[in-house]
């Protein structure tokens, strides 16, 4: 395979919203079972790519609820006023 016949890659997603939007349009279209071979392939690729990028998104929010928890969850004590 020469340079020149190489495609370019897709762009990445500008969001997660765009990401999974993208992702259930490439499942419906493969459902319809109307792609060629070829289409089917790239389409597949695609969507992996997508879940993956969609992996790592969800991921790094997770992160991100774990950090801000554990600087926010403090241990709750009551109050001699509160027990009444």
């Excluded at 990445?12 to 792609?35: D, H, N, R, W, Y």
């Excluded at 992996?55 to 926010?72: H, I, P, S, T």
Aim: charged share 25%; proline share 4%.
């Amino acid at each position: 395979m020469t340079k020149s016949s190489k495609q370019a890659a897709p762009p990445q997603p500008e969001s997660f919203e765009a990401a999974s939007a993208e992702l259930e349009k490439i499942v419906t279209a493969m459902e319809a079972g109307q792609m060629s071979l070829e289409a089917s392939l790239a389409a597949y690729q695609r969507g992996a790519e997508l879940l993956q990028y969609c992996q790592n998104k969800l991921q790094g929010a997770q992160q991100q609820v774990r950090v801000l928890e554990a600087g926010m969850l403090k241990n709750f004590t009551r109050s001699d006023s509160d027990e009444r």
